[in-house]
């Protein structure tokens, strides 16, 4: 078997948008059967038609230009706080929360879960979104939530009650709002990505999943204490927020998570991922976090030369990728981030 066709047929490609539409299998242009060897070098990257955001905020610009002085003031303040604790941390949704302790038991009643679930309208809706998209989808859809929870199963059930917890809390910021959207639209990305190349790499499939949803988590604490602090954002440049996130949102995540009563290893990613080989307990998950954040803020800033470069990254060693499938797994991951983005693109247009 060639080195492709091993990489198709333990990848999960599938993309999803945020915003309800059905999920699409990414499909190869190759004949079937067809042998193919990874790229020396990736293609030009299309343009892709975006939905009009801030912008990535993790980008080389923003998080090393020159803060005003106030804006260092503020920085500084924020910092204080997070180092001792003194905020106030979100707070699951009480249905999403006993619908993540429920799942989360091996011999749980079906009808049980699904009588939680069904208080919470938005989270239903969710549910059955999820159950009839392309990933799960058959010629019969789920007409009723005990069809769906059925048809996704538990770990999924779980990942989809974490997702509409965090994108109702990022959802609360009406303040900082372009920066909320732009937050979630990375969790989004990070969590498509990671799933497709999380299953190459070992991985279950909704563990990778949530994982790149999570890791980032820490940000919806920075973002709170951002608008209370400035009665909701007014003033601040791009940059300022920018490096308050990037400076403090692996230990307000590490808070976070506990507050949560995440799993461990969702805990321990979500408190420190930059710096995955430092992470003692869980680095293959933290990597896998590392190289699904850095593929989308490469492909949101055009960065050819930087995708490229992620081939050699420590975090492919940390996760055990054979050096010859590295390529084909950073082109695999531009193509379910380009697959998602054209989607989106072409639903705003519309």
Known sequence: ?????????????VVSSDDGAAAQPVESSAAPGASKSPP????????????PSIGALDRPELLQA????????????????????????PRLAPTSSAAIALAERPSVEIKQLVETISHDPLLTSEMLRVANSAMYSTQNPAGTLQQAVMR???????????????RSSIGNHEGVRVYSEEVWRQSQSAARIARALGVALGFEAEEAHVIGLLHDVGKIVV???????????????SA???????????TAGAALAKAWRLPEALASVAGRHHDFQGNSSHPRQAALAYLAQELDLRLSIGDDEGLQAL??????EVLGAPEELRAELVHHGRHVWESAEEALGSQHSS
Request: proline share 4%; hydrophobic share 45%.
């Open 311 to 316: 081939e050699a990254s420590p975090a492919f």
């Open 66 to 89: 020159e803060l005003a002085a106030d804006e260092r003031e503020l920085a500084e303040r924020l910092a204080q706080r997070v180092a001792q604790g003194r905020f106030e941390l």
């Open 152 to 166: 996704i199963g538990l770990r999924s059930v779980h990942g989809v009650a974490l997702t509409a917890a965090v």
């Open 1 to 13: 078997m060639g080195v492709f066709s091993w990489l198709q047929n333990r990848l999960l490609p």
């Open 240 to 250: 300022c927020v920018a490096q308050c996130l990037f400076r403090l949102h692996e």
């Open 40 to 51: 020396a070098a990736l293609p030009t990257r299309k343009p892709v038609q975006r939905r």
């Open 223 to 237: 973002l709170d204490l951002i608008e209370s602090e400035t009665r909701g954002g007014a003033r601040l440049s």
